[in-house]
């Protein structure tokens, strides 16, 4: 999908984010689909998924056989209070899995069919101007872009494509009296407003005095 705009945006990967990103994908339809974590990544769950998912998505029978898997037939709930019940069954009746390593799967194969992924949500700046716009513009308000400067994160809103600037190193910034300037693969963008960790949503200017921000330093990396 490089180059081109999406046609569809998911915000979160799990298990029906990224299900859909992969069929929307397969149908050919240009989807983007945009996460604040970075998969593989932990998920409080049960981890039981039903028969009926099988048959509903016939494709995950393969697919599951690369990761660890458990199927029952016997269930034994038991609440607080000691009452409990066993339900026993003939056939298989739920799948154990492990979130962190479905939730990875699934987005795998929607990557595999064509899906664009942006997990953690973190500015790539080695990627051309319209794809760095393209992508923070995904992330607003939520889960909202970011980058790093002298160690912690700085959240970025929407930026500003140029024309005829001088180029810039990948992360390398101009700053003026009233403007920021980041360089891309392609032309530097303008910054617009900015958040610090710890400080109010402010213009890039206002927050580059703030942190006496000079010409040369780097976001990112």
Not at 17 to 37: E, I, M, P, Y
Not at 162 to 190: C, H, S, W
Request: charged share 25%; glycine share 12%; with cysteine.
């Amino acid at each position: 999908m490089a180059g081109s705009a999406p046609e569809v945006l998911i915000a979160g990967g799990g298990p029906a984010g990224a299900t859909a990103a992969r069929r929307l994908a397969r149908a050919g339809v240009r989807v983007l689909l945009v996460d604040r974590a970075h998969f593989p990544r932990n998920k409080p769950c049960g981890g039981a998924i039903s028969m009926r998912a099988l048959r509903r998505f016939p494709y995950l029978a393969d697919a599951l056989s690369g990761i660890d898997t458990h199927l029952i037939s016997r269930l034994h709930l038991e609440s607080p209070g000691g009452s409990h019940v066993l339900l026993t069954s003939d056939r298989p009746a739920a799948l154990m899995i492990r979130r962190v390593a479905f939730d990875h799967l699934l987005l795998t194969l929607a990557r595999e069919a064509g899906a664009e992924i942006v997990e953690d949500a973190e500015i790539d700046w080695t990627e051309p101007a319209v794809a760095v716009d393209r992508r923070i513009r995904a992330c607003t308000p939520g889960p909202g872009a970011w980058s790093t400067y002298a160690g912690e994160r700085v959240k970025v809103g929407p930026v500003a494509l140029t024309d005829g600037r001088d180029r810039l190193e990948p992360g390398v910034l101009e700053v003026t009296k009233q403007a920021v300037f980041v360089g891309t693969a392609t032309d530097p963008v303008q910054l617009g407003e900015v958040k610090a960790f710890g400080k109010k949503q402010m213009q890039a200017a206002d927050w580059a005095r703030g942190v006496r921000l000079s010409s040369g330093e780097t976001l990112g990396g």
